[in-house]
Structures are given as structure tokens and as C-alpha cells.
């Protein structure tokens, strides 16, 4: 079956210029104007990809991005931006974004791009166990993006269940930040260090309840999953 792409461009002639681009690539797109439309489609329609033009009119792309996330949390999404800023990029990545891509791009980047982050979310669903993991008090259902505890039950987003079973894998052993960074963002760059440390702090206030659970930073090195294990 061929990616269906939800496409939100408000320049008419870049966006039939990337429409036909990627249907020549055996995708499916749908193209939309502004961000309450692209929302509405979103909504109404089954898509495996967003790519989303940061200022739009009637809705950002950051708040388009904000209102997807909420409904559909592993949908990769990549903005398409003419110059973005520091604090932008934090922001967008902060959301959930998977990736910028500045304008004027080549199409064959962006090409390289769209794949790239496809099989990368495919590898990692596919090589995550189907057996829970013990993790102190708790169990780690992969999956089902479930962490479960008897005072508590969380359902993870697709990107912290990544971030976790990363760390469970390998529980009481450390693991390289730039494994972690290329493994689930395809790579290490400071922004994506950034995304990976609010990860990082979330998993460790859902991992509260346990005082013999741990996330510890190893400077310069990467991170450790600290959990007693039943021998």
C-alpha cells in the first residue's frame, strides 16, 4: 500500500510542485491550504505522514502539529519552513516533530528524508519484544505502550515508549545518547539532544512511584536505567 501524506502548504505553487514530486514517487498526497483545513483532513482521513508548512493561515503549523499529536502520537511529522529560529525549532521538536527541512530544499532530500524517518519507525516497532518488561515495580507493556503499576497506569506516546525500551533493554547497563539519538531521531544533532532530554524527564516522573527506579545521567556519555532484578 502506498504512504498516504497529509501535504499543508499554503504557496499554490510549491505545493503542486511537491504533489507531483511524490505522487512520482508512489506516494499518495492530499494537499490543503491552510491549517484549520489540514486539521479537518487530518481528522477525517488515515494518514502515515505530515508534512506541514509553519506559517499557514487560520492555524500555525505549530498548533496543526499540537492538535495531531494529541490524536495520533507516532505519526512522523516534518515542517517545511523558509528560516526557522533556535526557539522555534526547540519548540517544534518539544511538540513531537520529527524533523525541519529548511525552504528551498531539494526535492531529493526531502525524498531521502521522508524514507529515512518511515524505515526508522518501522525498525523500531518491529524489533520491540512482544514480553513485557519488569522494571522494578513496574511493567513495561511494548506494544501496547503501556506502563502499568498498581497505583498507577500510563499509556506512553509511540516516541517515549521508544525512549524506554532503549533504556530496558539494556536496564542497569549504560546507553550511549548518540545511540539513543540515531536509533529513534536518525540523528545526533543538539536539537534532537534537546528532544531526547524533555523524553528523558517525563520518563522519570512516571517512573516516581518506585524509589529503587532510576534514570541517571552519565555526563558526556549517555544514560542509565537503574532497577533491582528478580534473580
Known sequence: MRTNILLVED???????????????????????????????FYKSEYDFCLLDVMLPEMDGFTLAENIRKTNDSIPIVF?????LKQDKLKGFDIGIDDYIIKPFDED???CRIQSILKRCTQN????????????????????????????????????????????????????RDNILIDIWGDNDYFNGRSLDVFIAKLRKYLKKDSNVSIDNIPKVGFILNAPQNN
Open 109 to 111: 532530500e526531502l525524498l
Open 125 to 176: 516497532i518491529e524489533e520491540q519484544t512482544n514480553d513485557p518488561i519488569e522494571i522494578g515495580s513496574y511493567t513495561f507493556d511494548v506494544k501496547n505502550l503501556h506502563l502499568h503499576h498498581e497505583e498507577d497506569q500510563k499509556r506512553l506516546t509511540q516516541k517515549e515508549s521508544d525512549v524506554l525500551y532503549q533504556l530496558a533493554k539494556n536496564i542497569n547497563n549504560v546507553v550511549k
Open 80 to 84: 517545511l519552513t523558509a528560516k526557522v
Open 11 to 41: 504557496d499554490e505553487s510549491m505545493g503542486f510542485l511537491l504533489v507531483d514530486f511524490l505522487q512520482s514517487n508512489n506516494f499518495k498526497v492530499d494537499l490543503y491550504k491552510t491549517g484549520k483545513k489540514g486539521l479537518d483532513a
